[in-house]
């Protein structure tokens, strides 16, 4: 047989290598080419090809190079210490088809190494890799980003930065990830605020132009309570979102008091920021500072305390990919459109207890869900539940979807752990510094008014009627409960882990 190559190839080190790596290349082109034509990318598919399978590729190259190596010394043809390096001879053609093989091979290998690290680059940086490879850690993330308003924003838009700086840092952290994972170290739920987020310059601000002025938006909420009717009720309010530039016309509203005609300074006396206690803003014209203090707190902030953080988007719209939504919210949703049916006694009490209650993994909240539902009606109910066996099969079906998309107990996420800031029913948000409560020297209150951030257009409530008002209607509170705003903030009864709503609903 006529050898091609030089006769020190033919070891069996060095072919052991040549089959590894043409055996991995082999793969790497036919999962390239599954790839490219399938319609359904699978998330390993990039890993198995851009990452694991180049490490085989390069390993039996390095094989074949050392059986040479080793092929070489053995036979004594070369005396290596009186001549280094081999005598090439490009006249004898057998040596220089070897040349020409070997150039060829070089370069097509240095091809395809640097598309394949493109490759395994823009793989690491996907949303499938960032969302799909560790499975339950990062399920919460991604199923919450993927019915998010941002579903179509990139993972990396907003955690990762341009520039080789990010790059490195984002692969470091990401090696910690992957080995924390493979070893099971990592927290749950995992914590926020994140320290390291990019700026919000750098992410919100690159697609939400600030100055970009906002209309007022119109948000309408049906309610319904606890009791045997669901009694309904609604609210129709006008978020005052608002913005602007003035030289180009009109400014107002929340966006332009918070980001554009003041900057704001704050600190918390905790790390998930819920409790303010100390407010500075700056109106940015006149360079006026007003420093606002939570009653009763101490007063001494040093100004030039690390712990100051200046207010930006992230500090309201903390959830915008990632929203975990508190039960009564998504509950009331699903009956206003007819998914949960509102005639169904006590659905609305039932199916928020069944989202909140204490699972360990989410097949067995799946079934727990469906036999709590079914077993109430069968117990209480029996007429109903043979008569509306359908609607309330439906009914479930819809509460276990709900479970689905916003708990995930592997992980120990749900609305309960992640504060939300934008508003002020199950956190403070919004009220940790307009409460009423934190007050400047001369007197100054940060505003409680019911209709600075909104206008409660309409309301319409069993016991009050419909209420309409472009000014704005006082606030009536769903149910028989007297609260009274001045005192009370929502989230004292409306919170993570108040009991005062669950005993009140209880005793009825
Ligand atoms: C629109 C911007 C945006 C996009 C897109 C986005 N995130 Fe986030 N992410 C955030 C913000 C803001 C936070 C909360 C930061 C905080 O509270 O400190 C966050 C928090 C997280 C957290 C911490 C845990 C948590 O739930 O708060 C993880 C993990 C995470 N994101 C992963 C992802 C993954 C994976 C994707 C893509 C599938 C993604 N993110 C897409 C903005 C985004
Ligand atoms: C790559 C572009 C991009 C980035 C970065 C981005 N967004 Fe968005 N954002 C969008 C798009 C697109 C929409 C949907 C537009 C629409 O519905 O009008 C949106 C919608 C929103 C909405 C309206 C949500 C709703 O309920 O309708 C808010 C609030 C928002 N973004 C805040 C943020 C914040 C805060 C950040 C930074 C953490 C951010 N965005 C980063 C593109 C982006
Ligand atoms: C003081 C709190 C606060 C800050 C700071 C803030 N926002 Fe908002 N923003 C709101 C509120 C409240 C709404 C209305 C949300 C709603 O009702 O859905 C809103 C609405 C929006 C919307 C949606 C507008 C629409 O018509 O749907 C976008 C986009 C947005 N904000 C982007 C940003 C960006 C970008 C920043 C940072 C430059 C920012 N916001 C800073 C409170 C804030
Ligand atoms: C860190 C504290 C802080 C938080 C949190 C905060 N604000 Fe403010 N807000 C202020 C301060 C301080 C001012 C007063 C600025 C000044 O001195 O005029 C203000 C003013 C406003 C104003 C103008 C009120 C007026 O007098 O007409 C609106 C509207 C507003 N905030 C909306 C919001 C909304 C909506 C949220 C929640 C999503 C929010 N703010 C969260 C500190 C805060
Ligand atoms: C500092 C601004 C601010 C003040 C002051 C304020 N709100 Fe709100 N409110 C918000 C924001 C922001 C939301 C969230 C809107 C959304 O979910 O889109 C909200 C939402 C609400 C909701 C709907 C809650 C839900 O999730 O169903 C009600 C009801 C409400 N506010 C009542 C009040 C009442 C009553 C007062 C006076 C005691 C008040 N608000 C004062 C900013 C404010
Ligand atoms: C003293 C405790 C308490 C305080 C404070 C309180 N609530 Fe309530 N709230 C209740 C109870 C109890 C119910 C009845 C729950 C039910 O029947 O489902 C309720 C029901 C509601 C509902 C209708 C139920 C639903 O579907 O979510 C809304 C809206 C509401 N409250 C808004 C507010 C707002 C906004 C504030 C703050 C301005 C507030 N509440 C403060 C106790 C309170």
Known sequence: MRKIFPVSLYNPISVAGALLAGISFGLIIF????ETFSAVHK?????????????FLITGLVIIAYGWYREHKRSKQIDFKARKFPKIDLNDPKQMSVAVFFSVGTIFLLLFSAFGSFKAYEYTDSDEFCGTVCH???EPEYTAYLNSPHSKVGCVKCHIGEGAGWFVRAKISGSYQLYSVTFNKYSRPIPTPIENLRPAQETCEQCHWPKHFFSEKKVHLDYYLADSANT???LTLLMRVGGGNHELGNTNGIHWHMNIANDIYYTATDDTRQTINWVKSVNKES?????YTLKGANKKVSEKSAEIRKMDCIDCHNRPAHIYNEPSRTVNISMSIGRVAPDLPYIKSISVQALDGKYETKDEAQKKISSFITSFYKNNYPEIAKLKAKEINTAIKEVQKIYSRNYFPEMRVSWKHYPNHLGHMNYDGCFR???GNHVSEDGKVITNDCNSCHVLLAQDTPK????VNLDGVEFSHPGEIEV???TQKCSACHGVGNKTLEKKVAQR
Request: contains cysteine; proline residues 5%.
């Open 136 to 138: 339950t850690v990062m």
């Open 31 to 34: 999962l390239m080419i599954i």
């Open 232 to 234: 309904k009720s609604s």
């Open 43 to 55: 998330p390993y598919m990039g890993i198995i090809a851009f990452v694991i399978l180049p490490i």
């Open 484 to 486: 009274s705003f001045k």
């Open 464 to 467: 009050g009627g419909k209420q």
């Open 287 to 291: 360079g006026k500072e007003t420093i």
């Open 433 to 435: 510094c307009h409460d």
